[in-house]
């Protein structure tokens, strides 16, 4: 079935790189997405890779998509406390004919001094 | 645009009692999403409409749970008995179109915190 899985705590120090992953299931996942949630605050859309893609870089972000294994990683370069939040992987997925999203638990990245 | 509109932000409420979480999706977004998040169970789709009509509800834990969108600026979700188990953020989403491309980006409301004691 669907299924998205996450690890659920990451920790790390500013300026260092982040690295979150994210394994799921459905293979005929047309597009798959990062959204980050703050303390308090609805997800918002972070980036997102096409399923033909194996690499996508925007800024400090960068996506990194192994369709064989299936799995997805973001990678944040230079970390800075802003960054801590919630880091959500969704992949789209067909359920009774429609697309929907199917997140995973979410990572919390904590980012310290 | 103001965003996603979630009433009210805060709920406290009593085992057994009626609760009414509120939603204003985005002007002219056809897709309206109700998601739950627990640190137990994570995100969860509850329902979501599509023009107003309830497209998949699978995701509604029980009968005691329902959701309206009488008109495409509003919708509604009950939970009648509430339970201390309903205790979570419950979260509105709106999208211009479905899940399958870039731009059907989901707009997430700011949540209702719901606790019931």
């Known amino acids: 079935g669907e299924d998205v899985e996450q690890s659920l705590f990451l920790s790390v120090r500013e300026g260092d790189s982040s690295v979150i992953n994210c394994t799921y299931t459905?293979?005929?996942?047309?597009?798959l997405y990062w959204y980050k949630q703050e303390p308090g605050a609805g997800l918002q859309l972070l980036t997102y890779?096409?399923?033909?893609?194996d690499m996508k870089q925007d800024q400090r972000l960068t996506v990194l998509l192994n369709k064989k294994d299936k799995h997805l990683s973001l990678r944040i370069a230079d970390t800075q406390t802003g960054d801590s939040a919630i880091y959500f992987c969704?992949?789209?997925?067909?359920?009774?004919?429609?697309?929907?999203?199917?997140f995973g638990a979410g990572t919390r990245l904590a980012v310290h001094p | 645009d103001a965003g996603v509109i979630q009433s009210p932000r805060h709920e406290v409420t009593e085992m057994g009692q009626e609760v009414t979480l509120r939603c204003k999706p985005i002007?002219?977004?056809?897709?309206l999403f109700w998601y739950r998040q627990t640190m137990m169970r994570g995100l969860e789709l509850l329902i979501y409409?599509?023009?107003?009509?309830?497209?998949?509800d699978s995701g509604m834990p029980e009968d005691r749970f329902s959701a309206k969108m009488p008109n495409a600026s509003f919708s509604t979700l009950k939970i009648q008995p509430s339970e201390p188990r309903d205790s979570a953020v419950y979260f509105c989403?709106?999208?211009?179109?479905?899940?399958?491309?870039?731009?059907?980006?989901?707009?997430f409301g700011p949540g209702t915190r719901l606790t019931v004691l």
């Open positions: 459905d293979s005929s996942s047309t597009y």
């Open positions: 002007s002219g977004h056809d897709y």
């Open positions: 969704a992949e789209s997925s067909i359920s009774g004919g429609y697309n929907k999203l199917i």
């Open positions: 409409f599509n023009n107003n009509v309830p497209i998949d």
């Open positions: 890779i096409f399923s033909n893609m």
């Open positions: 989403a709106s999208s211009l179109r479905l899940a399958g491309g870039p731009l059907d980006e989901q707009f």
